[in-house]
């Protein structure tokens, strides 16, 4: 999700991104978020999922708002 067609050089945006998994082991949700164009007003995560997302349709949504984003 990004407002860059609108705003090329400070842009805003939040990434999902699957990161997979090694044989057997959990797979990994990273999160990006970016303010301004810049990661330095931004924040990275990664998350170990406790389940397989492959395996059924899942659904996810984002909250974003000028009081937070969840």
């Known amino acids: 999700m990004s ?3 609108a705003y090329p ?3 805003d945006e939040i ?3 699957f990161l997979g998994h090694v044989k057997r082991k959990e797979w990994v949700l990273q999160t990006n978020i970016y303010g301004n164009g810049s990661v330095g007003e931004g ?3 990664r998350f170990h999922l406790w ?3 492959s395996q059924q349709f899942h659904q996810y949504s984002i909250l974003w708002n000028d009081h937070h984003i969840v």
Do not use: T
Request: charged fraction near 45%.
């Open 51 to 53: 389940f397989d997302p």
């Open 3 to 5: 407002n860059a067609d």
């Open 9 to 11: 050089h400070n842009h």
């Open 43 to 45: 924040k990275e995560e």
């Open 15 to 17: 990434d999902f991104e």
